[in-house]
């Protein structure tokens, strides 16, 4: 009997065993939060095994089998999920379920699954050999039970204590994410993300010193005003680099007509992206705030939004009518409830029963970029009031593998050989052709005198070809942060170069300068781009990682390449039990030209504390939106 009980419970441990030390994508998590985190979760199974094993097989069976369920889901789930959307989900997630059911359109990206597959059969076998040699124990055996018992609850106690003490201190310090470094993908579910609410003197102060920099050196000579209302149309290209235009191309001439509008134009060469998630991109091109990447969008939710003014609520006000363009369902991040919030009073969503009943071509997600340009123009061109449109484009996004009905390009080998990267090619040269047919529209319309056209880009991609693989984190990260930012202003005739760093924040000020609108830019934190300052700056957030660019100066967390396309995930090569603040984890560079274009850069020390002040203004950002003062 007592072999048999052993039998059983030693098989019964093994299976938790294998779930908690295998739960870093398969292997043993190399940081200390995230193995602790894992033994936390080993230690609590095993001790709800242990006990249910004092009753019947029924009962017992069911716990074993219940246990390894749970792994299976949770492990299964934060994996695909971590692929997908680069960080791992929560309780406070379940909200955005709907939204995360469609991100198995990229189900064939599934890298774990062979991993997922061992790890879950073999687990299985051992709770089904436990159930079967389980039997309830003899007297003596209860009281080795209870010992047993006591000791993972002790282990459970003590992992339990410490990981709440340090996720505390990192949620003070605004760097909290669920990230693999930090939690397993079980007890990820289980733990609440949330930023402290409460407004500090240190966030408002950080607000304050980075609009200090926004002091202005040369006036930009747009200040007269226009003397009608321009229109405006914002185009936000999904997931296109800067690093794939001129003059930064990787391979080939991937965007040949979206370079020759920069060149036309004006053009700004060291424009970033403030996060890594198409909705939060588009709020700081509308709003000029951070949405913090290590959270659930404010899209999410609007019913508690009670301080925020946005671009097209301000333009609105003054006459505008507003829309918003887009070739997929109107729920998606709950657009549908969240833009009308912020000033959008028109919204041409394209969900699959409008899809088919007005025949519309469609490529990966919902409407054919190209289709969309088209139906935006026809809907402009009838507006007989000025207008402020937003569109962000669809065709581009990941897993980029879709039926695009244009011939492969030509420097696709380029790409040596990574899929992804080639895929991601594809879909951009795509994207070039979609817009070049808009443009080529417009400039023949009438709109082309009296609307000006921004394009930009809502986010990068983490995809190289194999030489880029080998590149600096800081190249890297150039990369993916890189944006680009191109406008078309019918009064100006000339091609214009903005060199100074800006970022999407900086887009509200500058088209309320090119509109006449200049009482409203000291709503924004932003700065006019058109016009010098001091010490240009941006920031840039992938999850609770964060950037911060003054001048010549980059400053980010110590770090290396997360996985997956879209980087949403705390930097892998920290993962510390308790941090005591931010600016242990700063590395500064000091850049000597563009690091796309031969610059070169080299680490410095610098006395600012860049990265604490960066994450409090976002903090600041995101306590005020729902606050009420």
Same mark, same amino acid.
């Given at each position: 009997?007592?072999?048999?009980?052993?039998?059983?419970?030693?098989?019964?441990?093994?299976?938790?065993?294998?779930?908690?030390?295998?739960?870093?994508?398969?292997?043993?998590?190399?940081?200390?939060?995230?193995?602790?985190?894992?033994?936390?979760?080993?230690?609590?199974?095993?001790?709800?095994?242990?006990?249910?094993?004092?009753?019947?097989?029924?009962?017992?069976?069911?716990?074993?089998?219940?246990?390894?369920?749970?792994?299976?889901?949770?492990?299964?789930?934060?994996?695909?999920?971590?692929?997908?959307?680069?960080?791992?989900?929560?309780?406070? &997630?379940?909200?955005?379920?709907?939204?995360?059911?469609?991100? *198995?359109?990229?189900?064939?990206?599934?890298?774990?699954?062979?991993?997922?597959?061992?790890?879950?059969?073999?687990?299985?076998?051992?709770?089904?050999?436990?159930?079967?040699?389980?039997?309830?124990?003899?007297? /003596?055996?209860?009281?080795?039970?209870?010992?047993?018992?006591?000791?993972?609850?002790?282990?459970?106690?003590?992992?339990?204590?410490?990981?709440?003490?340090?996720?505390?201190?990192?949620?003070?310090?605004?760097?909290?994410?669920?990230?693999?470094?930090?939690?397993?993908?079980?007890?990820?579910? *289980?733990?609440?993300?949330?930023?402290?609410?409460?407004?500090?003197?240190?966030?408002?102060?950080?607000?304050?010193?980075?609009?200090?920099?926004?002091?202005?050196?040369?006036?930009?000579?747009?200040?007269?005003?226009?003397?009608?209302?321009?229109?405006?149309?914002?185009?936000?290209?999904?997931?296109?680099?800067?690093?794939?235009?001129?003059?930064?191309?990787?391979?080939?001439?991937?965007?040949?007509?979206?370079?020759?509008?920069?060149?036309?134009?004006?053009? #700004?060469?060291?424009?970033?992206?403030?996060?890594?998630?198409?909705?939060?991109?588009?709020?700081?091109?509308?709003?000029?705030?951070?949405?913090?990447?290590?959270?659930?969008?404010?899209?999410?939710?609007?019913?508690?939004?009670?301080?925020?003014?946005?671009?097209?609520?301000?333009?609105?006000?003054?006459?505008?009518?507003?829309?918003?363009?887009?070739?997929?369902?109107?729920?998606?991040?709950?657009?549908?409830?969240?833009?009308?919030?912020?000033?959008?009073?028109?919204?041409?969503?394209?969900?699959?029963?409008?899809?088919?009943?007005?025949?519309?071509?469609?490529?990966?997600?919902?409407?054919?970029?190209?289709?969309?340009?088209?139906?935006?123009?026809?809907?402009?061109?009838?507006?007989?009031?000025?207008?402020?449109?937003?569109?962000?484009?669809?065709?581009?996004?990941?897993?980029?593998?879709?039926?695009?009905?244009?011939?492969? /390009?030509?420097?696709?080998?380029?790409?040596?050989?990574?899929?992804?990267?080639?895929?991601?090619?594809?879909?951009?040269?795509?994207?070039?052709?979609? *817009?070049?047919?808009?443009?080529?529209?417009?400039?023949?319309?009438?709109?082309?005198?009296?609307?000006?056209?921004?394009?930009?880009?809502?986010?990068?991609?983490? #995809?190289?070809?194999?030489? &880029?693989?080998?590149?600096?984190?800081?190249?890297?990260?150039?990369?993916?942060?890189?944006?680009?930012?191109?406008?078309?202003?019918?009064?100006?005739?000339?091609?214009?170069?903005?060199?100074?760093?800006?970022?999407?924040?900086?887009?509200?000020?500058?088209?309320?300068?090119?509109?006449?609108?200049?009482?409203?830019?000291?709503?924004?934190?932003?700065?006019?781009?058109?016009?010098?300052?001091?010490?240009?700056?941006?920031?840039?957030?992938?999850?609770?990682?964060?950037?911060?660019?003054?001048?010549?100066?980059?400053?980010?967390?110590?770090?290396?390449?997360?996985?997956?396309?879209?980087?949403?995930?705390?930097?892998?090569?920290?993962?510390?039990?308790?941090?005591?603040?931010?600016?242990?984890?700063?590395?500064?560079?000091?850049?000597?030209?563009?690091?796309?274009?031969?610059?070169?850069?080299?680490?410095?020390?610098?006395?600012?504390?860049?990265?604490?002040?960066?994450?409090?203004?976002?903090?600041?950002?995101?306590?005020?939106?729902?606050?009420?003062?």
């Amino acid at each position: 009997m007592k072999r048999i009980f052993e039998s059983s419970l030693t098989c019964a441990a093994a299976m938790v065993l294998l779930f908690a030390f295998t739960s870093y994508f398969g292997r043993l998590n190399p940081h200390p939060s995230g193995m602790l985190s894992a033994v936390f979760i080993a230690s609590l199974s095993l001790s709800i095994v242990l006990i249910s094993s004092w009753f019947s097989r029924w009962i017992y069976a069911s716990t074993v089998i219940g246990v390894w369920l749970v792994h299976v889901i949770l492990s299964a789930g934060n994996w695909w999920y971590f692929q997908y959307f680069q960080t791992y989900f929560n309780y406070q &997630s379940l909200s955005l379920i709907d939204d995360s059911l469609d991100s *198995f359109r990229a189900i064939s990206e599934f890298s774990l699954l062979s991993d997922l597959l061992w790890i879950s059969g073999i687990g299985l076998v051992l709770a089904i050999i436990s159930i079967c040699v389980h039997s309830k124990p003899l007297t /003596p055996i209860v009281k080795v039970r209870a010992v047993l018992i006591a000791f993972p609850l002790v282990i459970t106690l003590v992992a339990a204590i410490t990981l709440t003490v340090s996720f505390d201190r990192y949620r003070q310090l605004s760097v909290f994410t669920l990230s693999p470094s930090y939690v397993s993908p079980v007890h990820a579910f *289980f733990v609440r993300e949330s930023l402290p609410k409460a407004l500090e003197k240190g966030q408002v102060a950080a607000e304050l010193e980075f609009k200090s920099l926004n002091r202005k050196t040369i006036s930009s000579g747009l200040d007269a005003r226009p003397s009608e209302k321009l229109n405006v149309i914002v185009i936000t290209l999904e997931s296109i680099r800067a690093s794939l235009m001129r003059p930064y191309p990787e391979v080939g001439d991937v965007t040949p007509h979206l370079n020759q509008f920069a060149n036309e134009n004006i053009k #700004a060469t060291q424009f970033y992206a403030n996060t890594n998630f198409t909705v939060k991109g588009e709020t700081a091109i509308w709003c000029g705030i951070f949405d913090y990447s290590s959270k659930p969008p404010y899209s999410k939710f609007a019913d508690e939004i009670k301080n925020l003014e946005c671009l097209p609520e301000i333009l609105a006000r003054e006459g505008y009518k507003t829309l918003y363009f887009h070739g997929n369902k109107s729920q998606f991040y709950n657009r549908d409830q969240y833009l009308p919030k912020i000033g959008f009073q028109q919204l041409e969503f394209f969900d699959a029963e409008r899809r088919k009943e007005a025949n519309l071509p469609e490529i990966g997600w919902g409407v054919s970029d190209e289709a969309m340009y088209g139906l935006m123009l026809d809907k402009l061109s009838g507006e007989s009031e000025p207008f402020f449109a937003h569109i962000t484009t669809l065709s581009s996004h990941y897993p980029f593998k879709w039926e695009w009905g244009l011939p492969s /390009p030509d420097y696709l080998s380029a790409a040596g050989g990574v899929e992804l990267f080639s895929n991601y090619l594809t879909a951009a040269h795509y994207e070039d052709y979609a *817009f070049s047919k808009f443009w080529d529209a417009f400039r023949h319309s009438a709109l082309a005198s009296n609307t000006i056209v921004l394009v930009t880009s809502d986010h990068g991609i983490w #995809a190289f070809d194999r030489d &880029s693989e080998k590149a600096d984190i800081l190249i890297k990260n150039e990369q993916f942060f890189r944006m680009p930012l191109a406008i078309y202003h019918p009064y100006i005739d000339k091609p214009i170069e903005i060199t100074q760093v800006g970022s999407q924040i900086d887009i509200p000020p500058t088209l309320l300068s090119m509109l006449g609108l200049t009482k409203y830019s000291s709503n924004f934190v932003g700065k006019d781009l058109l016009t010098a300052v001091e010490k240009p700056w941006a920031i840039m957030m992938k999850s609770g990682e964060v950037s911060v660019r003054v001048g010549n100066m980059l400053c980010s967390m110590a770090s290396g390449s997360c996985g997956g396309a879209h980087q949403e995930c705390m930097a892998k090569s920290y993962g510390e039990i308790y941090l005591g603040s931010v600016g242990e984890l700063q590395k500064c560079y000091l850049l000597d030209g563009d690091p796309l274009h031969g610059g070169g850069y080299r680490q410095t020390i610098v006395s600012e504390d860049w990265l604490s002040k960066g994450l409090s203004l976002i903090s600041l950002h995101n306590n005020r939106v729902f606050s009420e003062n």
